[in-house]
């Protein structure tokens, strides 16, 4: 597993894309296999350059599948922010092979895109990465900057968060803008900077909380070339000179006279005039033909120079000086390069490799070496990764699951997503012409190849099957017809005889609707001695299985231990790393008691049949998940602190904890997932959503194919 690192700005230009660049370019000179990934492409805040490309996931990035902004606002305004993730994930699963380490480029906020931070923290989760805030102190003294950056880190968690590793400081000491310009002016830029107080800052003190870079601002590693800004000006050219690799440090709007002009006639400095000053024109030409470099000279007002004053200044412009034409006036002019963002273009390759060397070398070598050391975290599955893995195997199981509850409205909505998102081909039993209403009446769009079949059509046809399977039960035709009339019986008879690939119900019916015609007819697997069932608990950050929470009462301690090797395979199935904690309300020899020891003699027992598999206990929940706590109370559990299936002594321990998890977090419960049916049968909880039924459906999908 590679680490990963997204870099989240705290505001807009902090030199996001320059600090991705540089710590790439570190990474390459250290000999680490790093790649770039953007995961959603944002439009150049430059929005006057038409043709204009800055280094974004054309050139910095090596994948090409970056999401579009509009299509994640679109998504977004659907409520399907969800199904923006799963394909954020799809697309990093395609990218991640074969690197050690991958830097992620979060999303910049500007006054357009102010939900930026909300869809970073989501990102960041949705990919299990590591987060570094990339800052800028602007006009904030030491302590005003620590003040604010500990409140950006509040949207991923706080610095607490464990996953929230650091930041970079970049621009130190950077000064205020020229109130005419794009850039200071150099007699303003700051000699008596303390980067010790910056350092020194108590945000860095005793935390993992780290300091990973501190940048001080540099005026050459951001003066734009002229032909930058006559792209995002769309200007006439009237004299090219050396526009392509002039650069300009600061700007001035100048209508004054001449006497009063002179002082702005330096270096890199780009003069703004209204294209009818043929003095002010004339005056900046002398100046340049008289040895100052100027940056470049922009008309405005659409007025351009005579011939005769174009012939005067002949030798000032074949010295190279630019001449540019815009058709705004000052003022509209003033304010276009006011907003100019000077972000790095593509072609800019000098400007490029100073950049990030630059960067590059202010970089924390502490951490830059710790990123070459081996990764030995265990892999967290996000729930949007977890989503996406399950309707990535489904997708490919291409399974048809029948749903015997065809008339309720959650189920035909989900069954219809399912059938247009090709997680599996789904056939709903009920009355035809009620089903259509109900999706016309809801507005819910059927797919052609959603099945639908009216059970009075069909029903007779399972009479014989059935009474031969059940013979031994003594079932006669007339006790099969009735029992046929519940739907759920004639959907677990179609799945017994092959005609379907698994089974979901319990949206309307209990669980024992559910479960009990699957244990008549379909009956255990052969490996298996029980039934059992786990939840998929979709936490902010990771997914935890927890067992079992709807099937055995009170299991015994060899029951336990099949429950826990079941739930731990069930894990390991759906790629997530399996450490069982076998819970109890004492950890290790802390308690005694009947219900304690059932739980030490489980694990025993699942220890000695599964020795491949990772599991202690007993375990209080606090134990099992908390590091802190971990720490204190089983301090050498391999388990304690990091586990990731939670097998619970009994149903009501486990039923009450899945529920006062799920609605006090509010979060996304798929289950049960039945274990150890000969065929695919899961059940649903009568307070199921759609996204519930969705998933649980493509659960089904899956275990059909193994």
Not at 166 to 171: A, E, L, T, V, Y
Not at 305 to 319: G, I, N, R, T, W
Not at 437 to 465: K, S, W
Not at 532 to 537: H, I
Request: charged residues 20%; hydrophobic residues 40%.
């Amino acid at each position: 597993m590679p680490h990963r690192i997204m870099l989240i700005p705290v505001g807009s230009g902090v030199g996001l894309t320059s600090v991705s660049l540089g710590l790439l370019h570190a990474c390459q000179q250290k000999g680490i296999k790093v790649g770039h990934f953007k995961p959603i492409s944002q439009p150049s805040r430059n929005s006057l350059a038409k043709k204009n490309k800055t280094i974004d996931a054309i050139r910095l990035s090596q994948n090409s599948s970056s999401v579009s902004l509009s299509y994640v606002e679109e998504k977004m305004g659907d409520g399907l922010h969800n199904v923006v993730l799963e394909e954020i994930v799809a697309n990093f699963n395609a990218f991640k092979a074969d690197h050690d380490v991958i830097i992620i480029e979060g999303l910049v906020p500007t006054p357009r895109q102010p939900y930026a931070g909300r869809i970073n923290r989501d990102v960041a989760q949705a990919l299990s990465a590591d987060i570094v805030l990339v800052a800028s102190p602007g006009n904030d003294s030491a302590g005003e900057f620590e003040d604010r950056l500990e409140v950006s880190a509040e949207t991923y968690g706080g610095i607490k968060n464990k996953h929230l590793i650091g930041c970079i400081i970049n621009k130190l000491n950077c000064p205020d803008q020229d109130e005419y310009g794009l850039l200071p002016k150099e007699e303003e830029i700051g000699s008596d900077f303390n980067l010790k107080s910056w350092v020194d800052l108590d945000i860095f003190k005793g935390r993992h909380f780290e300091l990973l870079g501190t940048v001080m601002w540099e005026i050459d590693l951001i003066a734009p070339r002229v032909c930058d800004i006559s792209n995002y000006l769309e200007a006439t050219i009237i004299n090219a000179g050396d526009m392509a690799h002039r650069r300009f440090r600061s700007v001035s709007f100048c209508a004054r006279t001449v006497a009063n002009l002179m002082s702005y006639l330096v270096p890199g400095r780009l003069i703004v005039t209204p294209g009818d000053r043929t003095d002010i024109i004339i005056a900046t030409c002398l100046s340049a033909l008289n040895g100052t470099k100027l940056g470049g000279l922009i008309l405005t007002n659409g007025f351009e120079p005579s011939a005769q004053v174009l012939d005067l200044c002949k030798q000032a412009l074949d010295a190279g000086l630019p001449v540019l034409s815009v058709q705004s006036d000052t003022w509209q002019t003033s304010r276009h390069i006011m907003n100019y963002n000077p972000e790095i273009p593509q072609d800019d390759i000098q400007r490029q490799d100073k950049v990030k060397q630059y960067i590059a070398d202010n970089l924390s070598t502490d951490w830059l070496e710790s990123l070459t050391s081996k990764n030995n975290t265990y892999n967290l599955l996000s729930p949007p990764a977890f989503r996406h893995k399950l309707t990535e195997l489904a997708r490919k199981a291409n399974k048809l699951i029948v749903l015997p509850e065809g008339t309720d409205i959650r189920t035909i909505k989900a069954a219809a997503i399912c059938c247009e998102r090709k997680i599996a081909r789904c056939q709903l039993i009920g009355n035809k012409e009620e089903i259509l209403q109900i999706a016309e009446n809801q507005g819910i769009e059927l797919p052609d190849n959603l099945l639908i079949t009216d059970p009075d059509v069909i029903r007779e046809n399972y009479v014989g099957p059935m009474v031969e399977l059940r013979k031994s039960k003594g079932l006669t035709d007339v006790i099969a017809l009735e029992s046929l009339q519940d739907n759920v019986v004639l959907a677990t008879m179609m799945l017994q005889l092959g005609q379907v690939d698994g089974l979901v119900s319990g949206a309307i019916n209990t669980t024992a609707n559910t479960i009990r015609p699957a244990l008549q007819l379909i009956k255990t697997a052969p490996d298996s001695a029980l039934v059992s069932s786990v939840f998929f608990m979709l936490l902010p950050d990771q997914v935890l299985v927890y067992g079992d929470c709807a099937i055995n009462p009170e299991p015994n301690a060899e029951q336990l231990a099949d429950i826990a090797i079941q739930s731990a395979d069930s894990a390991r199935a759906f790629d997530i790393e399996p450490r069982v904690a076998m819970i109890s309300y004492s950890t290790g020899s802390s308690g005694h008691g009947a219900d304690v020891e059932k739980v030490v003699k489980a694990t025993e027992i699942a220890k000695a049949r599964r020795p491949d598999l990772i599991i202690d206990g007993p375990l209080q929940y606090d134990a099992a998940i908390m590091e802190n706590v971990a720490k204190k109370k089983a301090p050498n559990s391999p388990v304690a602190g990091k586990a990731t299936v939670f097998i619970f002594p009994d149903l009501n321990t486990g039923n009450t904890t899945y529920k006062a998890v799920q609605r006090s977090a509010d979060l996304v419960s798929i289950g049960p997932m039945l274990q150890g049916m000969n065929k695919p049968v899961n059940d649903l909880s009568r307070g199921a959503l759609v996204d519930d039924i969705v998933y649980t459906i493509a659960l089904t999908a899956i275990q059909a194919s193994m």
